[in-house]
Structures are given as C-alpha cells and as structure tokens.
C-alpha cells in the first residue's frame, strides 16, 4: 500500500510540473520542502536518523533548487534577499544534526510557511 501511495504522489507531482508556470512551480517546491521538512521533524521526534537524513537531504536540495532559480537581474533586490534566506536555512540544515531540537526545524518551516503564503498572495493578485 506505501509503494502505491508514493507511486501516486509522484505521478501526482509529475503532473503539477508538466503543466505549471514558473510561479507555480516555485509554489510547487515550497509545498514539497514544507513535506520534507516535515519528514525530517516527525523522523527527529520518533529517532528514526535514516529518514531524518533523508528529510533533511531533501530539503536542502529543493533550497538550492530556489535559489538557482533566481532571477538576480530582474529580481533585483527581492531575490538577493530571497537567496539569502535561502542559502541561510541550507547553510543551518546542513549543521542540523539528529541530536537537535524539533523545535529548530519548526522554525525553519514556519519561516517557509510565510514565504509560501506571500507567494500564493502574489499570484492571486497576478491573475486578478
């Protein structure tokens, strides 16, 4: 049943990605990195270091993900200062170890949580 439910996600995302706008797929990475982080706190909480790692791993590939995707041009100061809290999480993860406080994690996805919701702000206001 697992196997199935994950195979469903990915085709599920899969499809999210094939038909998005580089907005969405932006709204797409946070959503994933809200679950990753998400996977790395409940795995921290539970002692599971395997999946912790795991979690972590994967949220500090979608940061790098966001921050490639920058625009520093265009974006001007708005993204020198998105690719700086994107490189400050990465940078705290990447020290976060599995001896840690849940709490720390908490923080980072409350502050992900913001960024996603003026995001979606952004692109409701965009469509209007």
Do not use: C
């Given at each position: ?26 709204v ?13 706190r409940?795995?921290?909480?539970v ?15 979608i ?24 490189g400050?999480?990465?940078r705290?993860l ?7 406080s ?16 003026a995001?979606?702000?952004?692109g ?5």
């Amino acid at each position: 049943m697992y196997s199935a439910q994950k195979r469903y996600e990915a085709l599920s995302i899969t499809s999210r990605i094939e038909g998005a706008s580089p907005h969405e797929l932006v709204v797409i990475l946070y959503e994933e990195l809200l679950r990753s982080l998400d996977v790395a706190r409940s795995a921290l909480v539970v002692g599971k270091a395997d999946a912790f790692r795991s979690g972590r791993e994967r949220s500090i590939s979608i940061l790098i993900a966001l921050e490639a995707s920058l625009d520093l041009d265009q974006g001007g100061d708005v993204a020198a200062l998105l690719g700086g809290i994107y490189g400050s999480m990465r940078r705290e993860l990447s020290s976060f170890g599995a001896g840690n406080s849940p709490e720390k994690l908490e923080a980072l996805r409350s502050g992900i949580a913001e960024l996603l919701d003026a995001w979606t702000r952004i692109g409701a206001r965009q469509a209007a």
